[in-house]
């Protein structure tokens, strides 16, 4: 929707125009909400003065909004609003809403991959994929699965140390219930950068097949090295970053 761009004052016009501008229907947004139409109609309106904080988070969370339109006060104008929500559209269009790939992960599944210690200890996780999307594995390690056009990726945050780890696959690979990944996490002692190649499985696989599946340890790991981490803080201190 194109107009001139306006200088809009209250927070309750920014919201009348974000619902214009995306396009959505009142009456669906007061649903989500679980309140009435009409009262929806007034948080819209400035001179009723009813629109709290809370409504705003609502509403920016059930349909993707940008918070900033409305914590940032130096944005003011429709045409501002417009190039935000632009923005944000291209940016959450990397990952779709695939109800064929999500049905096809829904449920327990077992990732298999070395130890970060040695070739010797095989990793068995337990890891269920719910139908939100929400992951979990045996651990406590809770996170997102998140579905591109070609590939998806989990994201899961460490139960202990919380740290991110990200699980990619590709997802033409997973209709037979077992395909690779890779893995980047932080493990061992030193909390290293550590890049792992595994497999997933939704029946469960004994020691032994899963190592000739998996193959050489020293091709399937990688570790970044110490020296490579001194150069980059010797680049920062030169630079007087630090």
């Known amino acids: 929707m194109s107009r001139t761009s306006e200088t809009l004052y209250y927070q309750e016009e920014k919201l009348k125009f974000v619902i214009e501008e995306l396009q959505l229907k009142k009456g669906e947004v007061a649903k989500e ?97 719910h139908a939100d999307g929400t992951v979990e594995d045996k651990n ?35 209709t037979y219930n077992i395909f690779p990944f890779s893995r980047t996490s932080k493990v061992n002692a030193l909390n290293n950068e550590l890049l792992t190649f595994g497999f997933c499985s939704k029946t469960k696989i004994d020691y032994e097949e899963a190592k000739v599946i998996l193959g050489e340890y020293d091709k399937v790991q990688l570790k970044i ?12 201190q030169t630079r007087g970053k630090i």
């Open 33 to 129: 909400l679980e309140i009435s139409q009409t009262f929806f109609s007034q948080l819209m309106n400035y001179r009723d003065g009813k629109l709290k904080k809370w409504h705003l988070l609502a509403i920016c969370h059930a349909y993707k909004i940008p918070i900033e339109i409305f914590d940032n006060p130096n944005i003011k104008t429709t045409a501002q609003i417009q190039n935000i929500l632009k923005y944000a559209k291209k940016s959450s269009s990397i990952f779709e809403k695939n109800e064929e790939i999500l049905n096809k992960l829904i449920g327990k599944w077992y990732f298999y991959s070395y130890s970060s210690q040695d070739d010797t200890n095989i990793w068995q996780t337990e890891t269920t994929i």
């Open 140 to 174: 406590q390690n809770r996170g997102k699965l998140f579905i591109g056009k070609n590939q998806s990726v989990i994201l899961k945050e460490t139960y202990n140390a919380k740290n991110i780890n990200t699980i990619t696959f590709d997802n033409n690979r997973i």
């Open 225 to 236: 090295e110490h020296t490579m981490l001194d150069r980059i803080y010797s680049l920062a």
